[in-house]
């Protein structure tokens, strides 16, 4: 160990130390963002900075488990993210299948899809599916995987769902219409039944939600982080929630 590490190491530990459990965000969403500039960063392929990020979920989790986090949502494809070429687009998928496969082996997560399940590939709806199912009876975080999300497509297939739901009852169009309303909008939302989101974390240093949890985050706390997604720290993890702590929150009043 050098002696970066070493003072890297006592610096997380007091901030962790200091850190009032109470006042943990309970649900956290993660846009995880610039593994492709770490990689052209650091010299490697797109893949290769896909990969990095993934492999950083699993260290990420262990963290929010340490510090008693109960949800965790993870932007991993966007909706927009279909307009990549098809060369960085197909093994960018596949690094997803398989970072969902070792969430299910690791035996302790509860694995929840959110998004657009029927625009992903067969086998890619193949394997959220099965882990869904895999891991239905665990206890530890719920974590939504964020895979073909788009802030804007929820809201609209929450909105049809709702009044399919209605058609389907016999309702009229104008019974249907008097239907909607927030809470039950919010009722046919990919994350039906959680809670909010307490805090949004985006690295890489862009400063916006690109269309995340649009309708949910009405009222988070949003943390921009500089640091690209591979290379984040626990100390990066721990200072978002300090400063989630140190704000108060009004919802609106």
Known sequence: MNLRDLVYGLYARRVEGRLDHDQVPKHIGVILDG??????????????????????????????????VEVVTLWMLSTDNFDRPEDELKPLLGIIEATVRSLVADGRWRVHHVGALDLLPAHTQMVMKEAEEATRTNTGILVNVAVGYGGRQEIADAV????????????????????????????????????????????????RLSGFMLW???????????????AFRKVDFLRALRDYAARHRRYGG
Do not use: M
């Open 35 to 68: 593994n492709r500039r770490w990689a052209k960063a650091a010299g490697g392929t797109t893949a290769q900075g896909h990969q990095a990020g993934a492999h950083k979920i699993e260290e990420f989790l262990g963290w929010c488990a340490e510090t008693d």
């Open 160 to 207: 049809r769902s709702l009044l399919l739901e209605q058609a389907d009852k016999g309702s009229s169009l104008e019974e249907a219409a008097e239907s909607v309303d927030v809470d039950q909008i919010s009722k046919h939302l990919y994350t039906s039944g959680q809670p909010d989101p307490d805090l949004v974390i985006r690295t890489s240093g862009e400063q």
């Open 216 to 230: 949910q985050s009405a009222h988070s706390e949003y943390y921009f982080c500089e640091v690209f997604w591979p």
